[in-house]
């Protein structure tokens, strides 16, 4: 231990008294080491780190399919979510919910947070306890059951202080009173939606009948203790031979129109993410590796000018294996400096990251530099150091002194000393020369991407998003003279050329999928689905404003 922290000591004063190799030396590893740490840290908080549910590998998200109509996933109607409930042999919970949005009241004014429709099964299959009081009940989640809600600790304390007594008292929601019964803790949501208010589905069976094609809600499960989850898709595939032999000639699951599709809940909200950072992690090790190559191609050099020193430390006495302990405390020194430095970078990184790119990402609040992180940085900083550390350890043999000692100054280098510098320069040459198509092709394609033409003119179009609740507005006719009245207004600010209202924002769509009967064609077995994918109401003047051009026939009036 002594020596160790002798060959310590004496790396840390080379590096001082060579100040400008080391500041180049640090500020290259500082950025490959910063890129790896940053794009780590979102693997880690994405894709690695386990979703805050309690045994998360045990749930799984059940969806419905559609492949005939294109819909990979697409949600479960009420009667199929109690008949997966009964018939199941895997789950030991299956909850139900569909995301939407609410109005709150509050003493200042009203917010509008994103909002979950959830039974009471929701909560016991995600297995996370409130931080205030508890979940509502299955009682209260049956039709005519008492109006109550549970908000997120988030909305709890930016719209109501933090206050723990509000548990037990009523709040508006969407201009109706609902009895607070729970506070989630911090981080509770479902698909990374940033869920704030959870209010019950009431499901009635008594409308199942008419409702067996009404999709609305998507399903996530616990599996049993000890089922896999392959065991839990054979299970359901057999249960949809159950709905065609016990529900003939009604519309329920089959296997070749109406598929049931079991996913790890981790799967479902990572999505496609998972390979795209692969992909990136593994650049950001090539610019990593070019780092190495680089510094190491120093560290031979400077190895070249120390071939004296060298020569009489093995004369005095000093063993081959004491030489190359002090080459690799050197560089790994070096190296760890470079990781202080590199956990400088991915801090700024993460911080321009999070904020240029909300929402771009799922489970973005996971993405931190936490532990696993930090030894991650260190484990990367140590064998950095050792990998360019390796370079110019063929000058502290008892050959390499022997030639120094002859050579006077030191100065001159092997053939073999040139060849490995030439491979190092070459490696960084071909590694730069990948990342740069790689950036190239990614360039382009994004510009591509920017050229699409979205089919309306985006060039100084504002938008905002209003919710009119019933009890304000109880009919069409209320609403539209809301409307009418609100674009009237705006059209009457300088600046404005048009207004328009619509019921949803193209191409920012949830899917409708409705069957439609289409006025003078033939529905037919062999020909395509009458089923419309989305609907969108508009005003009158919805085509000027938006800048779309009619290739035939006349936009609406107010006529029609």
């Known amino acids: 231990m002594d ?19 080391t500041l180049v030396a640090v500020l290259t590893l500082g950025l490959g080491i910063g890129a790896n740490t940053a794009i780590f840290s979102v693997v880690n908080g994405v894709v690695l780190k386990p979703l805050e549910y309690s045994e998360p590998s045990r749930l799984v ?51 509008r947070v994103t909002s979950a429709i959830a039974t009471a099964e929701f909560f016991e299959a995600l297995g996370v306890p409130p931080l205030y009081g508890r979940t509502y009940t299955r009682e209260e989640d049956a039709p005519g059951g008492d109006p109550v809600v549970v908000l997120s600790r988030d909305l709890w304390e930016r719209a109501y202080g933090g206050d723990p007594a509000l548990v037990g008292t009523s709040i508006l929601v969407d201009g109706a009173s609902r009895t607070v019964v729970g506070i989630m803790p911090e981080g509770f949501d479902i698909e990374d939606a940033g869920v704030e208010l959870w209010t019950p589905v009431q499901l009635d069976p008594a409308t199942f009948p008419e409702r067996r094609g009404n999709h609305f809600l998507y399903l996530v499960g616990r599996l049993n203790p000890g089922v896999g989850l392959e065991q839990a898709r054979q299970d359901v595939d057999a249960m949809l ?14 296997p070749e129109f109406h598929r049931m599709v079991l996913t790890d809940l981790q799967e479902e909200v990572v999505g496609d993410v998972r390979p795209a950072l692969l992909i990136l992690l593994s650049a950001v090790g090539f610019v990593l590796l070019i780092a190495v190559a680089n510094v190491g191609n120093l560290l031979l050099a400077r190895a070249e000018s120390r071939q004296k020193e060298i020569a ?70 140590v064998l950095t150091g050792l990998l360019f550390g390796v370079a110019p350890l063929g000058h502290v043999g008892t050959q390499g002194a022997m030639r120094a000692l002859r050579e006077g100054s030191g100065r001159t280098s092997g053939k073999g000393r040139r060849r490995l510098r030439g491979t190092l320069v070459v490696a960084e ?7 740069v198509i790689g950036s190239g092709l990614m360039i382009r394609s994004f510009g591509e991407l920017r050229g699409v033409d979205p089919g309306f003119d985006v060039e100084n179009a504002l938008t905002f998003q209003l919710f009119l609740p ?15 009245d609100l674009q009237q207004s705006l059209q009457a600010l300088p600046g404005v050329v048009g207004t328009t209202a619509m019921s949803g924002l193209p191409p920012l769509r949830e899917v ?17 689905a009458h089923n419309v994918d989305y609907w969108q109401f508009v005003s009158p003047d919805y085509f000027s404003t938006m800048g779309i051009e009619l290739v035939a026939g006349r936009a609406f009036g107010l006529q029609d």
């Open 470 to 484: 019933p009890q304000g507005y109880p009919t069409p006719m209320d609403q539209q003279r809301f409307l009418g």
């Open 429 to 435: 040459v071909a590694l730069a020369v990948v990342l």
């Open 3 to 21: 020596t160790l922290l002798q060959d310590v000591a004496y790396a840390l004063r080379g590096l001082r008294k060579n100040l400008a190799f």
């Open 241 to 254: 031979v159950r709905w065609e032999e016990e529900l003939p000639d009604t519309h329920t699951p089959s």
């Open 61 to 111: 998200m059940i969806t419905s399919q559609f492949p005939s109509l294109g819909f990979d996933k697409f949600w479960v109607s009420p009667p199929e979510y109690v008949e997966l409930q009964e018939w199941n042999r895997s789950f030991e919970v299956i909850g139900a919910y569909r995301l939407g949005n609410a109005s709150v009241g509050t003493e200042d004014a009203p917010l």
């Open 312 to 381: 009489v430390r093995t004369a005095v006495g000093a063993g081959q294996a004491r030489l190359v302990r002090q080459f690799l405390t050197e560089s790994v020194a070096l190296g760890l400096v470079g990781g202080v430095v590199g956990l400088g970078v991915a801090a700024v990184g993460l911080r321009v990251l999070t904020a240029v790119g909300p929402g771009t990402l799922p489970r973005m609040a996971e993405i931190s530099l936490s532990g696993s992180v930090l030894a991650f940085t260190l484990g990367i900083s």
């Open 512 to 528: 409708n999928a409705n069957d439609m009967k289409f006025e003078g064609l033939e529905r037919t077995a062999d020909g395509p």
